[in-house]
């Protein structure tokens, strides 16, 4: 096999791309000049491929392939014996392609394959191809569509307005997409903003699906505006084959994503024998508006026509114009709802008093069950704030309804519209209204009490939930769950003793409810107690000091310094530039706000674990922090300095694997790259404390 270098920038001619894909041998590598470092390749037609290569851009960071908004950029074809391909695409832009004509002859603008192709993309980013359908990426009959650490932005696949209309990636049938630790924002589609998988097994894993949208099928009465990220019609080859195929969500963040008619973040369809898992995952502020038909059904998820399972996710302050605000599910669907958490999702009309289902609706004659779940501050414009739908088929153990709330002038039916099946264990608050014999519990023998419920936030796990208060009566007051050992964080049920909700009390003490101990807007000086306290700064330039036990500081937005002082602590500095002071103790310190889009971005934060075995966090299981650059930049102005790291005693935790990183010795310290060589190396630390030699394979180092 053979290395060819490309070394101009011209569309043609010695030296160029498209000679070099002509010349080079089935199993060939192509790289690049570093001279093209930051330029444009700019064609005037399609690059056409038929044999197996890779393209690799690692030698040129910055290099982009533009179809000039006129033409595709690649299209990958069946070699000369009519026999499929094998194409490797790395660290390259694909922008401004253009895909022109009807139907399949006009989708793919980024790059378009033939049935059977295997294509990976890795570390690249795709931005900006417009097509009938599929902008970024389309991919033939039974392709088989690998993408990793890659970008998509800015694509659009409304132009055909067809329900094949994914924005960034479409699927044809049969085959399988595969998507690991990529970012999705801004794309446009007709179905799936994002992606748009036909008949075929899709695997989404620690992604990023930020503010894609398929307002652009609104005025459809058919299926039109489905998925504001992902649409999924089917995961296996045929609508009722003997296997069935699974489509899995892991570890990835929805936000900002906008559907319209069903399913703000995600629509999954499947059929008889596919499976559907939504698991470790964060659905959050997303939105399902009215299409044609007059529906604006879920407004996190909407599930149909398949087996699934949602745990140890959270779907929260998500809504629907009509029902179904978290979650909404149909057609022949058993399920499973377990270690989640529902909260802040609303179902209401633009009057004000309509809507149903505020977290959920399940609309289902197939058995369900929600286990160890937290449903919490959700809203229905009419009733059923937490739940909606066929209630009698629907059975709840070990979980807590909390302040859920329906706009009706009777007040009733807040909660749910008629009892659910009670598996034990569950608790409400507060109970159904005692001047009207109409209304309902959540269960006919749910426990009645004040669940004592902290706010969202991350109590660890780098997912939100809603911890419990000292006091609450939800602690060990669960009925015992066959092979559930860990709750929502991942945190062990280790003491025979179930918690209701997602959240499991762990043998550290639980939250305490004799502070929370707040600043103001100005630049305060806060001082804890000798208990457990919660302090924020709220806002302004603040110095809080834990003092005695062990402390959860926020300093929210300003550039504030924080000091554990005594016990284990945790540190978060949140918004600004932050000095992290962990003092006695075995601290954890997190310089970010670990629940914004972006962590880190345009900060430099000091964490200073001091005495005891501390953690630096730097990433958490489904995003890493300080890292905004994309892949061209180093990212010199948003980093966390660890002022004292001891690698006896202290950890750093990062996201991924070691494999996702680099060490390079400076005059300032041990930096720490996110990516393992060329364009993708960002800064996101500098160890100090004299540690030198480190290694990313060494205990000190923990991966999630």
Excluded at 44 to 52: M, T, V, W, Y
Excluded at 227 to 234: E, F, N, P, R, S
Excluded at 605 to 614: M, P, T
Aim: charged share 15%.
């Amino acid at each position: 096999m053979s290395i060819i270098t490309v070394t101009t920038n011209a569309d043609s001619g010695i030296g160029s791309l498209r000679q070099a894909i002509a010349s080079a041998k089935t199993g060939d590598t192509i790289h690049f000049s570093s001279t093209l470092a930051g330029k444009a390749i700019i064609l005037s037609s399609q690059l056409d491929i038929n044999k197996n290569l890779i393209i690799d851009g690692t030698g040129a960071a910055g290099l982009s392939i533009s179809g000039n908004k006129a033409t595709r950029v690649f299209e990958l074809k069946t070699a000369p014996d009519n026999t499929a391909i094998n194409v490797t695409m790395r660290n390259l832009i694909i922008a401004n392609g253009k895909a022109s004509g009807v139907d399949e002859a006009g989708a793919g603008a980024g790059i378009k394959t033939a049935s059977y192709t295997t294509l990976t993309v890795e570390n690249c980013q795709i931005n900006s191809n417009v097509a009938q359908f599929g902008g970024g990426i389309f991919t033939g009959w039974r392709g088989k569509t690998t993408v990793i650490n890659s970008e998509f932005d800015g694509n659009d696949g409304t132009a055909g307005n067809q329900e094949r209309g994914g924005g960034a990636i479409a699927t044809k049938s049969e085959g399988s997409l595969v998507v690991k630790d990529s970012v999705f924002t801004n794309n446009k589609g007709i179905n799936g903003g994002a992606i748009n998988s036909l008949l075929g097994g899709l695997t989404v894993e620690n992604s990023t699906f930020l503010n894609n949208n398929t307002t652009a099928g609104s005025s459809g009465t058919v299926t039109s505006g489905f998925g504001g990220a992902i649409y999924t019609d089917g995961a296996s080859a045929f609508t009722n084959d003997s296997m069935g195929g699974t489509i899995n969500i892991r570890n990835s963040r929805f936000e900002g994503n906008i559907g319209a008619g069903q399913g703000g973040a995600m629509f999954l369809f499947g059929y008889a024998l596919d499976k559907i898992v939504v698991e470790g995952s964060t659905i959050i502020n997303n939105q399902v508006i009215k299409n044609g038909t007059g529906n604006a059904l879920g407004g996190g998820i909407r599930i149909g026509n398949a087996e699934y399972t949602i745990s140890n996710s959270t779907i929260a302050n998500n809504s629907a114009l009509t029902q179904g605000g978290g979650l909404w599910v149909a057609e022949k669907s058993p399920g499973k709802i377990i270690n989640s958490t529902f909260s802040g999702n609303k179902a209401q009309g633009t009057d004000g008093t309509s809507g149903l289902g505020g977290a959920m609706m399940i609309n289902t004659s197939s058995a369900g069950n929600i286990i160890n779940t937290t449903v919490a501050n959700n809203h229905a414009g009419f009733m059923g704030g937490a739940f909606w739908g066929q209630n009698q088929y629907v059975t709840v153990k070990n979980s807590i309804f909390d302040e859920n709330t329906g706009g009706n002038i009777w007040k009733i039916k807040q909660h749910v519209g008629a009892p659910l099946i009670d598996g034990g264990g569950n608790i409400q608050f507060p109970p159904k209204n005692p001047n009207d014999s109409t209304d309902v519990n959540v269960t006919n023998s749910i426990k009645i009490a004040d669940p004592k419920l902290g706010s969202l936030q991350d109590n660890g796990g780098g997912i939100l939930t809603h911890g419990l208060l000292s006091g609450s009566p939800a602690i060990n007051a669960g009925v015992s769950v066959t092979g559930l050992t860990i709750d929502q964080r991942g945190i062990a049920r280790s003491d025979g003793k179930f918690d209701m909700g997602a959240f499991e009390l762990s043998n550290t003490s639980p939250l305490t409810t004799d502070t929370p101990i707040l600043g103001t807007a100005n630049n305060d000086v806060v001082n804890g107690y000798d208990g457990n306290d919660i302090i924020d700064g709220v806002a302004g330039n603040d110095s809080l000091y834990g003092g005695l036990g062990s402390d959860f500081l926020n300093g929210n937005l300003g550039n504030d310094k924080l000091y554990g002082q005594d016990s284990n602590d945790t540190l978060i500095g949140s918004a600004g530039n932050d000095s992290l002071y962990g003092g006695i103790g075995s601290d954890t310190l997190i310089g970010v706000n670990a629940t914004g889009i972006t962590p880190g971005v345009g900060e430099v934060d000091l964490l200073r674990g001091e005495s005891g075995a501390d953690t630096f966090v730097l990433g958490d299981r489904t995003k890493g922090y300080y890292k905004n650059a994309g892949l061209t930049s180093q990212g010199l102005m948003d980093y966390a300095i660890i002022a004292d790291f001891n690698g006896n005693e202290d950890k750093i935790q990062l996201y991924g694997s070691a494999s996702n990183y680099q060490l390079l010795q400076s005059s300032t310290g041990t930096q720490i790259l996110a990516g393992s060589g060329s364009i993708k190396d960002e800064l996101i630390g500098v160890i100090q404390g004299g540690a030198t030699n480190l290694s990313l394979t060494s205990s000190y180092f923990k991966y999630v």
